[in-house]
């Protein structure tokens, strides 16, 4: 009996079969997914209630009346609510004296801090795009203006505006309002890395004007950094204090912050009123604004972190 044994030859692999192989998945390879860390998360979560905790401590207690904020848990409502009851005496109290000071606000924001935004973006492209004699100076200058803070500005401040003649009046808030080193800086930057030189060189080739070429070309494009340097600019300027409290001594011409203060401190006074139901419903109040404009305008942030995920 002969075995007959048959042998097989080894074809060659084709470009398709290798193709193939290639495609199929092994099990050496794996999918890199991110990976989640406890303890960020952790981190995370405490910076978040951390946040969160004054404004809602904010929320709950502009429903109680003046009775119930020392009669009740501060973390959780009372038996009435009195939310409605509390805005309209807000608004109302001292002849409506918060509205003047919502008003006054209004002003120093849109003027001071749309001013500021203007000045930043127009600085910054110009710093990034331009090349002029002590530019580096300025650079530093500006650098150095960011390290200083407005704290320290404001006595000098004060007394300078004092031999103009223009303390007590809205000038004095507005005018250092619109010096803003830390959007100029930011500008600075983020014009060097949104606008790209060769599309500058181009629209100079096809005849745009400097001017032109920024409205048209230049600014949309500045549209995330824009918004960003707008709201630190509105922020600080909503939520200034030192300087209207060092410039400004009519009440008719105070800030939010400033006229809240004010109610609170009547407490403190010989024969003065406890408002303290009144100060928290305006805090509310003040605090709202801020929190419709960072809603509205977050979409300026997303398109602009997504802005340079594209690889050409």
Do not use: H
């Amino acid at each position: 009996m002969t075995a007959v044994t048959t042998s097989t030859t080894a074809r060659p692999a084709t470009p398709t079969s290798r193709r193939a192989s290639s495609l199929r998945p092994t099990r050496s390879r794996r999918v890199d997914r991110p990976r989640r860390s406890v303890l960020l998360t952790v981190l995370c979560a405490l910076v978040l209630v951390y946040a969160l905790v004054p404004l809602v401590w904010l929320v709950i207690n502009a429903t109680k009346s003046q009775g119930d904020l020392f009669g009740s848990f501060g973390l959780w409502f009372a038996g009435d609510v009195n939310l409605l009851d509390n805005i309209a005496r807000t608004l109302s109290y001292d002849d409506g004296v918060f509205g003047r000071w919502f008003l006054n606000t209004l002003l120093y924001v849109v003027v001071g801090a749309g001013g500021a935004t203007v000045l930043a973006v127009l600085g910054g492209y110009g710093l990034a795009k331009f090349d002029f004699v002590g530019k580096k100076a300025v650079l530093a200058v500006v650098i150095g203006a960011v390290a200083v803070p407005g704290t320290a500005l404001a006595v000098p401040t004060f007394l300078m505006f004092s031999q103009m003649g223009i303390t007590n009046t809205p000038l004095a808030v507005i005018v250092p309002s619109l010096i803003s080193p830390f959007g100029l800086y930011l500008m600075w930057t983020f014009a060097s890395e949104a606008i790209p030189t060769e599309l500058l060189e181009a629209a100079r080739v096809d005849g745009a004007g400097e001017l032109r070429t920024f409205a048209q070309v230049c600014l949309p494009l500045l549209a995330p950094g824009t918004v960003t340097v707008l709201l630190f600019t509105v922020v600080a300027t909503w939520n200034n204090y030192f300087l209207p409290l060092i410039m400004l001594r009519d009440p008719d011409w105070y800030p939010l912050t400033l006229g809240l203060n004010a109610w609170n401190a009547q407490a403190a006074t010989a024969g003065g009123e406890a408002i303290f139901d009144l100060v928290i419903t305006g805090s509310l109040l003040t605090v709202l604004p801020l929190v419709v404009a960072f809603l509205f305008l977050q979409r300026y942030w997303q398109s602009g972190l997504s802005a340079g995920g594209v690889k050409e």
